[in-house]
């Protein structure tokens, strides 16, 4: 029987602030690694807050910020390899642009058009999955039934605060769990699940503590760091890799904008602290970091958001020019074998 | 051709179906080592290890979400639900995904799985290991219902879910699992979904049903015998309907009683009354009757007779219909 671990309930940090606190560094990084992270930092503001824009011009609809949340998704993925499945929630919408999917194709999803459905296989990443925790389970059924086949994809499944109450988190950590299944279960606690509190959600001290629950390891990490996430992740997906099972890991930040497009959080937030977050926020702080290594300067930081913005400007040009989708495809996709109705169904939309 | 118990015949399916491909694996409570409740799984972890027979933790929900996780490493997982009520909570799996996931994929990934739980009363049992949840399967988008009411059938139609490349759920009559024996072809026996079987040829009057209720029509029809002839349509399967089969027998007849066991309002029955009324109007000599269970909570056992359709019950409807 193995022996009971209590989670590591210490903020992992790697990034100093350039003051007191000294900076760290993560062993087996080269200087490219840290770019490659600081570009998909990058690469995933400008997505999100060129969103925001987009949904003011209504060029998309409803979108869920994830401003502040990058170094989370970034640091992550650079720990895995390409046979890894990712398993977003919408707050990782463009999670898929680190594996290369096209900026369009997510937009689409935001504009609600048929192309913005992508095939998973693709880019081993599942489809963003709108229901609260529902696809922790997914994941955890994934990275079993890869280990069964004898095959070593991970897979990581990432959810908010919010879903550590839910009932699917807690099958699927369990399931996790029980079957020794390779996946790690990233929290992003940004400390709000809308409008809750995380202090209205739980009465347990740290997230993180659940892990001992179901028998496996747990990390705390600051979710700011992308450093500390890249780290704190490879370490689970090694241990995930070499049939160490599953990992919880609480990623710790602070939700600096609106839940979504359609959350007004003026009512229910305090806008002093989300200031002080936004001076702390995660991309310029890795930026910082970069610059006291001496490894990025301006120029080359300005390079690489303008890479970032010429990709999202060529990506909704080409989601804009995409002609309507067909109505039939109301009817397409949902079984392999097409219900007798929709035929009829079909023609009598189209007024026959 | 083998006698074979309802039961037998599923877990003579299992045997043969986990053999033919090894991709096929059966996951739930007590279906390893117990070799589930009713046994319909007996012998499995045994014959094919315990990866393919898993014992899972009690969780409906996981079971259901880890099967979609499975369908995507390239399994095709067949999920036990102990009793019908138990699968509620896997219903958030089921509407928010299984029966969308492929759809959200554009296609292009599927999910070959199968999901089945003995359902339906008369059997003496606690709360809540009674019910007839069919019409919460049949009204999600994606997924396919079927219910077989003999051994043949239930033996033919879990192969054909188990083989589909889209999610089926199939609901086993469990009060017939042991009380009703056929004959079951061996080895491989596949009954296409969406067709339905004419359990009993008649002239007078159509008796729709579908599981349990379909032997209890076979007696409503012999205690009618001396009076009409009752033809008894076996639904089978419960989305997609065959529709073709269910109007040729109205139009045969002209008269059609439905016979259900879950409560009425807005169950299965609805949806085939719905369809004669827009299809068979002109066939029909008077109203579509239906027999149902009652729109209470599936009652106390020592009553639970009173709430499940009886051969009066039909029969009462028949005569009403003919006297119309």
Redesign the interface.
Known sequence: MAQVVPAERDLRRVIGDGDAVPDGEVEGLTEHDLLELHRSLVLLRTYDERSVVYHRQGRIGTYAIFWNHEAMQAGSVYALEDED?IFPSYRESAIGLLRGMPARTILQWWRGH?SG??????YNV??ICV?IA?????????????K??G?TAV?IAYFGDGATSE??FH??A??AA??GAPVVLFCNNNQWAISTPLSAQTRADALVDKAVGYGIPGIRVDGGDVLAVYEATREAVARARTGGGPTLIEAVTYRAAPHATADDPSAYIDPERVEEERKNECVGRYERYLRRLGVLDEAAAEQVRAEAAELMRTGIAEAEAEPPADVALVF??????P???FEDDLRELRGG | MAELTLVEAINDCFHVELGRDPDVMVLGEDVGRAGGVFRATAGLRDTFGPDRCFDTPLAEAGIMGAAVGLCMAGWRPVCEMQYDAFSYPGLDQLITHVGRYRWRTGGAMAFPLTIRMPYGGGVRAPELHDDSPETYYVHTPGVKVAIPSTPADAKGLLAAAIRSDDPVVVLEPKLHYRTLRGEVPEGEHVVELGKARIAREGSDVTLVAYGSMVPLCERAADELAGECSCEVLDVRTLKPLDEEALLASAAKTGRVVIVQEAPRTAGYGAELAAVLAEKAMLDLRGPVLRVTGYDVPYPYWQIEDAYMPSVERVARAVRKLLEY
């Open positions: 499945w048929p459905w992508w095939n998973p296989a693709d599942a489809s229901p529902t696809h922790v389970p997914h994941a955890a059924g994934l990275a079993w039934g890869k069964l086949r095959e897979a009932g699917s099958e699927g369990n399931f029980v079957t397409e996709h949902a079984h392999v074998d219900l007798p109705a």
